[in-house]
DNA sequence: TTTTAGTCCTATGTATTGCAAGGTATATAA
DNA sequence: TTATATACCTTGCAATACATAGGACTAAAA
């Protein structure tokens, strides 16, 4: 159900802060979404080629510098389309789940 | 973005109400998800044999027999499921929406 | 100098999903 | 008897998303 979820996710969070791969995978955990770098880094440079991401290199405090990633105007707009699409997948959930059960669920089945 | 939640959303559906799969598509449209014959016919397939979903056959005004499909006792749990996780989905996306913006998007970009 | 930790990356594989296209069967109407 | 409308189904494709596994580079610490 998650999926394609991730795209969205990591779009929301760099419209908030600047992050580097580790830091997002990290900021995920804390939203009860386990991702893993394998599935982070292609991510991430496919958005970038898609012209939704750019990036700064920034030293680390220790080992190699890092990436930090942020929404250039075109992925603030793409990020408006897939708020959009967010909203409307919620009220179609929304709606289905507050149908009004009709017809009983256990008569008459045939397996 | 909606990958993955017909499955969902059919089970929704067939809570509320036994139907057939051109009662699902027309159901589904009302509710804003485009679905098509060679998409669900496959997908109800698949969700009897994994013993979600019963059927009765049951006679049309013109044609062939339809197949009304309603929710099996299995089927009913694994909705739970689903609902929570689509809760923990939307709690997720909620928080990342709230978060408040720290850094501004526009400074030091490297393409 | 070697080890360790942190960071980046790619190639490949798997699984799934949804769709397009074509096919079969039933029943009524012309 | 043929045509039409309704209903079911299967096969195979295309997309894509995610994970696994491996590798390489940098800098500080031992």
Redesign the pocket.
Known sequence: M??????YCILLLLRAEAS???DIIEKLKEAQL?????????????LKNEGLLAYNWI??????????YTLTPKGSEWLVGLNAAWSELSNTVARLKDLKVTIPENENINL
């Open positions: 998650r999926k394609g979820m991730l795209e580097y791969a580790n386990l991702v893993v770098e394998g599935t982070i880094y292609p991510l991430l440079t496919r030293e680390s405090p220790r080992g190699a510098p890092r990436k930090y």
